[in-house]
C-alpha cells in the first residue's frame, strides 16, 4: 500500500512540473516578442523594404574582373534569409539577389543540390544571370543550360571537363550575355576543340565585350562580332591568331594571352596598328615566338598602358624587343618575367629607359637584377650617372639570389641612395617589394635592411619561408 504522504508529494510535483513547463512556455512567447518588438524599432527594421532590398543586394554583390568574370561573393542571400522573419521573406522576393549563381566543388554529400539549384532559379525571375560554374559532371550544368535560361546569362564563367562540351553546344543564341569566359579540363591527348561550337557571330552574341576561350580555339572568322569586343583572353593561342584577333579586334582595350605559341602557316602580311589596346599580357612565351611577333611587320600599340611579358626559353632579340618597347610612351605598367639564368645585357638597358613607367614588377636571373640594382645605385665617382624611371612610384623585385649576400646587400644600399635626395633616377618611389624565392633572408639581411636610412619609403621584404616583413 502506497504511503499517502508519498502520493500526494507526487502530484504536487507533477503539477509543478506543468506548470513550470507553461511558464517556460510563457517566457519564450514573451522573449520572442521582445525581440519582434527590438527588431521593430531597430534602424533596419524602420526602413522601407525598397530601401533595405537594395542594401542586400549591395551586401550580395560579387567581385568581377574583366578576365576571370564572377567571384566569390561577401555574403550568400542564403545568410540573409536566416536573420529573421521579416528578412527571410524581403530576401526570398528580391530577385536580384537570387540573379548570381556560384557553384565552386560543392559537397557531394549535399542533400537535395538540385532542388536549392531550380529553387534558385526560379527564385531570380527575369533577372538577367550571372554565373560562375566550375563542377565535375554534367548534373547541375544539364538544368543551369536550358533554353529558357541561356536567354537570361550576362556574365557567365564555366570551367568544364572536355566531355561536357557537347553540353553546351546544344544551343547557339544568347542575347543578353555579355561577359563568356568557358574553360576545359582535359588531358592533352583530348581532342575536343571548339572549332564547330559556332556562336562566334554577331547573331549568337550580340552583346558581347568579353570573351575567354580555351586552348582548343585555332582559328577565327573574321565578322562584326569582333568589334564589339573590349576584353579577349585565351589560355593558348598561336602569335598569328593574336595578329587576327587585333586586326579583326580593332576597338580592343585588353588582350591577355596565358600561354602563346608558335603558328607557322605563313608570314605576318604587315603590321597591325591598334591604338585602343590599353592591356597586353603575354605568358609563357618563347624567345623565337616573341621575335616573329615584334619584327618588322608586327604590332603596333602606341597607346599602351599595362605590358606583361612572361619570356620562358631563351633570348629574345634585343633590337625588336626594344623598338618595341620604347615606342610605348604612354606605359604605365610593366611586368616582365625571364626564366633564363644567363646575364642578358639587352635586359636592362631597354628597361630602364621607359620614362613614363610607375609600376615596376621584375623577376629575373640574380646577374640581370644586379645590373639593375648597380644602375640605380650610388655611382662610382668616375661615372656619369643616368636619369632612369623617374616617374616609377612602385618598384617589385622577385629572384632566386643564389648565394649572394652581396647582391642582398646592394638593395638597401640603392634604395638609401634613392632616399638621399642626390640620385636622379627613381626619385619618385613610395613603395618597394623585395621576393627572395631561393632561400630565407638571414639575420644579417634583415638588419640591413632596418638600418638603411629609406625616409618616407614604404618597403617590404619577403621569403617562402618566413613570409613578409614590413621594414
Known sequence: ?????????????????????????????????TKTSINRHSLTSSLPPEILSEIFVLCCQPNYNAIGGVDRQGICPLRLSAVCKAWRELAWTTSRLWSVIILIFP??????????????????GNQPLSIRYDIRGNGLLDRLIRPQDTLKWKNVSIFIPSES??????YDYFPLLEHLSIRVRAASSDKYDLENFDIFNPFSLPSITRLHVPQYLRRFKHNSMW??????????????????????????????ANSLEPHSKGNIPETVNHSYLRRLVLKEVDS????????????????LEDLTIEISYGSPDSTSLSNFI??????????????????????FHWLLNIPSLTELHVETSTRAITNIVSALGNPASTETKMEYLPLLVDLTITGFFWGSNFMVKDIPEMLAYRSSGLSPSISR??????????????NEDLEAFRTASLGDLAFTVVDSWNGAHRI
Do not use: C
Open 165 to 170: 562540351l557537347p553540353v553546351i553546344k546544344k
Open 1 to 33: 500500500m502506497v504511503d499517502p504522504l508519498i502520493k500526494e508529494t507526487r502530484s504536487a510535483l507533477e503539477l509543478l512540473l506543468v506548470e513550470t513547463e507553461q511558464e517556460i512556455a510563457r517566457l519564450l512567447q514573451v522573449a520572442i516578442q
Open 107 to 124: 559537397n557531394p554529400h549535399a542533400l537535395h543540390l538540385e532542388e536549392i539549384f531550380a529553387s534558385w532559379i526560379e527564385r531570380a
Open 288 to 303: 623565337g615566338t616573341l621575335n616573329l611577333l615584334l619584327s618588322t611587320p608586327g604590332i603596333s600599340t602606341p597607346n
Open 326 to 347: 620604347t615606342s610605348l610612351h604612354q606605359l604605365r605598367r610593366f611586368k616582365v618575367k625571364y626564366d633564363d639564368h644567363h646575364d642578358p645585357e639587352w635586359f
Open 227 to 256: 568589334l564589339q569586343l573590349r576584353t579577349f583572353s585565351a589560355s593558348t593561342i598561336g602569335h598569328e591568331q593574336l595578329w587576327d584577333i587585333l586586326f579583326s579586334a580593332e576597338f580592343l582595350e585588353v588582350f591577355n
Open 429 to 442: 618611389l613610395k613603395r618597394a617589394f623585395i621576393h627572395q624565392k631561393s632561400r630565407p633572408f638571414s
